[in-house]
């Protein structure tokens, strides 16, 4: 099954939606299938490397994402707590812990509706 990450902007400025599923027989992205072949952490592993290519390209912009059900979206958690030592080190995290669109920084313990990340920037001193 052909995979697609897609990123669409939301009403809010910089702010851009990350969408992530199979491409159903009609060609549109199914973000509700369960393809159940094993490859989980290959997946959350592409979508990481995705999200990292398009926020290098794209710095100034915030990626909001949540799972499509609420295990998808726990999933999501682990998966981030897992890695997040390394994960911070290129992104700012933050959570949503009602789905009220109020985010506090990610860690470890939080019960979560949903994320927002975005690349950190570079500082220097010349």
């Given at each position: 099954?052909?995979?697609?990450?897609?990123?669409?902007?939301?009403?809010?400025?910089?702010?851009?939606?990350?969408?992530?599923?199979?491409?159903?027989?009609?060609?549109?992205?199914?973000?509700?299938?369960?393809?159940?072949?094993?490859d989980r952490?290959?997946?959350?592993?592409?979508?990481?490397?995705?999200?990292?290519?398009?926020?290098?390209?794209?710095?100034?912009?915030?990626?909001?994402?949540?799972?499509?059900?609420?295990?998808?979206?726990?999933?999501?958690?682990?998966?981030?707590?897992?890695h997040l030592?390394?994960?911070?080190?290129?992104?700012?995290?933050?959570?949503?812990?009602?789905?009220?669109?109020?985010?506090?920084?990610?860690?470890?313990?939080?019960?979560?509706?949903?994320?927002l990340v975005?690349?950190?920037?570079?500082?220097?001193?010349?």
């Open positions: 099954m052909t995979k697609q990450v897609l990123f669409t902007p939301t009403l809010i400025p910089y702010i851009f939606n990350l969408a992530f599923g199979d491409i159903n027989e009609y060609g549109n992205l199914d973000d509700l299938s369960i393809s159940n072949n094993g952490n290959k997946i959350l592993a592409t979508i990481v490397n995705v999200v990292d290519r398009y926020t290098n390209r794209f710095p100034e912009r915030y990626i909001f994402f949540a799972g499509s059900t609420e295990h998808r979206t726990r999933l999501y958690r682990m998966a981030i707590s897992l030592e390394e994960l911070s080190e290129t992104f700012d995290i933050l959570a949503d812990l009602n789905g009220n669109w109020e985010f506090v920084p990610f860690h470890k313990e939080l019960n979560v509706k949903a994320f975005k690349r950190k920037l570079i500082k220097f001193e010349i």
